[in-house]
């Protein structure tokens, strides 16, 4: 639970009093314009940027404002805007650290990591070292990396964005799994109408602060929603 967090980039206030909440086995959607302070807020809550003021707290105990919330980043996992992944490994071998750091399965590492390569159609560069992957197969292994790790708290950072239109529907469908295996998902997405099918809830941000929130049918029929979705 988030409340009344604030964050300051470049000597500017990007996020002012946001408060929001997220749920075990739901996906929901941060929503809102270029700028408007949606990436902020993941940084904030994955524990790469210290937050100005505010409180999160995660079942029932308050965290620490600092970048480093240690005792729940191994719960927390995030995908980003730019992907991060190991250069100077392959596809295979990262995976297999992901698996292996989760402990929560009995099932062997690399039939986990086969798997899940399948499910992605991602076995085909498998043995690529990271350094040359194209920018869709980079973010096919973040992916890759939740489905394996099984976090409790998941932040996606714009999954979609560059995907070809068949990737982008077995994206969404590793989506609808990361919340089917239990954790609760933030998806960060300008891709409204693929957002709008797999999320049930949203919040919109406008400059730094939440302008709208509630299911994506109460936000699509809402005509606020659909002025500031022009800008999209
Ligand atoms: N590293 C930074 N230093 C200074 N200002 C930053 C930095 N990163 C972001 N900002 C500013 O903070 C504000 C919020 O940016 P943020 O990246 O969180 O927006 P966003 O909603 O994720 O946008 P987009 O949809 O373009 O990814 C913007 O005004 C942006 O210019
Ligand atoms: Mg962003």
């Known amino acids: 639970m988030v409340r009344n967090l604030s964050a300051i980039r470049g000597g500017t206030k990007v996020l002012e009093s946001v408060s929001c909440e997220f749920t075990p086995g739901e996906v929901l959607a941060l929503i809102g314009p270029n700028g408007s302070g949606k990436s902020?807020?993941?940084?904030?809550?994955?524990?790469?940027?210290?937050?100005?003021?505010?409180?999160?707290?995660?079942?029932?105990?308050?965290?620490?404002l600092q970048k480093?919330?240690?005792?729940?980043?191994?719960?927390?996992?995030?995908?980003?805007?730019?992907?991060?992944?190991a250069r100077q490994m392959?596809?295979?071998?990262?995976?297999?650290?992901?698996?292996?750091?989760?402990?929560?399965?009995?099932?062997?590492?690399?039939?986990?990591v086969i798997e899940v390569l399948e499910e992605l159609q991602a076995s085909g560069y498998a043995q690529d070292m990271g350094s040359n992957l194209s920018y869709g197969q980079q973010k096919i292994v973040e992916v890759?990396?939740?489905?394996?790790?099984?976090?409790?708290?998941?932040?996606?950072?714009?999954?979609?964005?560059?995907?070809?239109?068949?990737?982008?529907r077995i994206v969404m469908k590793a989506i609808q799994k990361m919340a089917s295996n239990g954790s609760a998902v933030?998806?960060?997405?300008?891709?409204?109408?693929?957002?709008?099918?797999?999320?049930q809830r949203g919040y919109v941000l406008d400059e730094g602060t939440i302008f709208l929130t509630g299911t994506m049918k109460e936000l699509t029929e809402n005509a606020l929603f659909s002025n500031l979705y022009i800008g999209i």
């Open 40 to 64: 902020t807020l993941i940084d904030c809550l994955s524990g790469f940027l210290t937050a100005e003021s505010g409180t999160i707290s995660v079942q029932g105990i308050e965290i620490e």
């Open 68 to 85: 480093t919330f240690s005792p729940y980043k191994h719960s927390i996992c995030r995908t980003f805007q730019i992907p991060r992944i």
């Open 90 to 112: 392959t596809v295979f071998d990262q995976l297999l650290l992901s698996a292996e750091n989760s402990q929560n399965t009995s099932i062997d590492a690399r039939v986990r």
């Open 144 to 168: 890759a990396r939740i489905l394996l790790a099984k976090p409790s708290l998941v932040f996606l950072d714009e999954p979609l964005a560059g995907l070809a239109p068949h990737m982008r």
């Open 186 to 199: 933030v998806i960060v997405e300008h891709d409204f109408p693929n957002v709008k099918e797999i999320a």
